[in-house]
Structures are given as C-alpha cells and as structure tokens.
T-cell receptor
Framework: KNQVEQSPQSLIILEGKNCTLQ??????????LRWYKQDTGRGPVSLTI?????NTKSNGRYTATLDADTKQSSLHITASQLSDSASYIC?????????????FGSGTQLTVLP | DAGITQSPRYKITETGRQVTLMCHQT?????MFWYRQDLGHGLRLIYY???????DKGEVPDGYVVSRSKTENFPLTLESATRSQTSVYFC????????????FGPGTRLTVL
C-alpha cells in the first residue's frame, strides 16, 4: 500500500526562524508531489507542486525539494511568520490517472510563536 | 460568491440518523471529491465524481452515499450515522484533468453522539 510519512508530527519555532519539514513516500512510480498548507478551520491550499524531474520549487518563503531516488521531499520555510502557523500536508500522486491515486500524509503541525 | 462552499459548517447528530452534507462549487469543475480528516490520518477519499451522474468509490465509502445530478453540487449522505463517522469532512473540486490541483472547501465538522 502506498504510504506518505511526515515528520515531525509537530514543531514549535520562534518567529523569524527557519524550519524544515520532511516527507518520505513509498509511491513508486509517482507523477507529482504537492505540499498543501492547512490553516486551522480551513481546507488545504496548495503551496507547491513538483514532478519527478524537478528537485526544487520555490513559492516566496517556501522552498520544496525533492529527491526521487531516496523518495524524500522537504519543505523549507524561511524567516517564519506568525501566519505560517498551520498544518503542512504532503501529497503524492501516482501516474495511473485515477482520481483515487492521491496519497496524503497526516501532516506536520507548525506553531510559530512571537 | 465564487469558489467552493460547504454546509453546514458544524453538525451534531445522533447515532442512526440520516445526515446530508452539502457541497457547491461555482467554477464548473468536472471533478468533485469528498474526504474525511481524522487525527493521525491523512485525508481519506470517500467518494469522487468525474462529471454529473458519474460517481465512484474511494478508499472509505462504507456508510456513505453520494449523488451528482448537477455539475456544481455534490452532496454526501450518511444514511445511518455511526460514532465512527465523527470527523471533519472536506469537499474538493478540480478542473477536467484529475492531475490538477484540488481546491478544497472549508470543511464540515460532524459529531455523532
């Protein structure tokens, strides 16, 4: 069964600091890997998407990296802000084209303190 | 308003009752999805629809029924609610290709007593 494991489960950092969230997956082959941000009480919103041929993608202070050989991705947040407090979810799609074939991680809960 | 909306946002019901959660999107997206989100689990797909009158099961369909008579609406019905169906339910939609980004609604928090 395809799995997506995220670490840490939760993380607390001070405003202005950097942090890195990890995502390991077993989906193989895979089509793309997407990071979502989910604010408390809201639905997830896409931050970045990478295909297997990409190894870095940035969106403002968010930078995602991908190592398809080791099946690992990371999301790096630079100069954190209070508004970065959220759950970050890694999602991997296999290439079957079926709408079923998304595997979601359980997320990393990030808290940014002033 | 444009976007994807869900109603109600919060619902408390009792075991055995029928409950319907509504989902409406204004983009005319072909695909719509229902997920549940529980602590310690990733989002799990309940049902999805590729177009009006076309629906298919996801990972955890038992105890749920869906319909899609209009492109913009995708209601989810719990025919006889159980405590294990206490969860946060998210509806999502995406344009024609299922590879595209999914756009999620704000969620419905359902409690079954």
């Amino acid at each position: 069964k395809n799995q997506v494991e995220q670490s840490p489960q939760s993380l607390i950092i001070l405003e202005g600091k950097n942090c890195t969230l990890q995502c390991n997956y077993t989906v193989s082959p895979f089509s793309n890997l997407r990071w979502y941000k989910q604010d408390t009480g809201r639905g997830p919103v896409s931050l970045t998407i990478m295909t297997f041929s990409e190894n870095t993608k940035s969106n403002g202070r968010y930078t995602a990296t991908l190592d398809a050989d080791t099946k690992q991705s990371s999301l790096h947040i630079t100069a954190s802000q209070l508004s970065d407090s959220a759950s970050y979810i890694c999602v991997v799609r296999d290439p079957s084209g079926s709408a079923r074939q998304l595997t979601f991680g359980s997320g990393t809960q990030l808290t940014v303190l002033p | 308003d444009a976007g994807i909306t869900q109603s109600p946002r919060y619902k408390i019901t009792e075991t055995g009752r029928q409950v319907t959660l509504m989902c409406h999107q204004t983009w005319s997206h072909s695909y719509m999805f229902w997920y549940r989100q529980d602590l310690g689990h990733g989002l799990r797909l309940i049902y999805y629809s590729a177009a009006a009158d076309i629906t298919d099961k996801g990972e955890v369909p038992d105890g749920y029924v869906v319909s899609r008579s209009k492109t913009e609406n995708f209601p989810l019905t719990l025919e006889s609610a159980t405590r294990s169906q206490t969860s946060v339910y998210f509806c999502a939609s995406t344009p024609r290709s299922s590879y595209n980004e999914q756009f999620f609604g704000p969620g419905t928090r359902l409690t079954v007593l």
